[in-house]
Nanobody, 122 residues
Framework: QVQLVESGGGLVQPGGSLRLSCAAS????????IGWFRQAPGKEREGVSC????????FYADSVKGRFTISRDNAKNTVYLQMNNLKPEDTAVYYC???????????????WGQGTQVTVSS
């Protein structure tokens, strides 16, 4: 069974940075598109970013473009989400997920991690 584990969340002040990691076990992450999604309290889960498995094409939600960067290190079987210039509205539980298609549509992702909390507050 595909297993994903997120890490790197925490409390950060507005304008600060965090790097989230999504580590895979029991499967080779290279063959999957990996997406990052987030869910804020009282809101639906939304797509943040995703990266294609073949050519590394990336996609971002408009709300994070220019601030977040997704990348993958296949040697470490890990995908990262570098988050800069964080804002209070970025506060949410962040999830990574594996799927066969690089898309911001979460219905295409079948394996999910447990999530990591990101809180942006002064």
């Amino acid at each position: 069974q595909v297993q994903l584990v997120e890490s790197g969340g925490g409390l950060v002040q507005p304008g600060g940075s965090l790097r989230l990691s999504c580590a895979a076990s029991k499967f080779t992450l290279d063959y999957y598109a990996i997406g990052w999604f987030r869910q804020a309290p009282g809101k639906e889960r939304e797509g943040v970013s995703c990266i294609d498995s073949s050519d590394g094409t990336t996609f971002y939600a408009d709300s994070v473009k220019g601030r977040f960067t997704i990348s993958r290190d296949n040697a470490k079987n890990t995908v990262y989400l570098q988050m800069n210039n964080l804002k209070p509205e970025d506060t949410a539980v962040y999830y990574c997920a594996a799927g066969l298609i690089a898309t911001m549509d979460q219905t295409y992702f079948s394996s999910w991690g447990q999530g990591t909390q990101v809180t942006v507050s002064s």
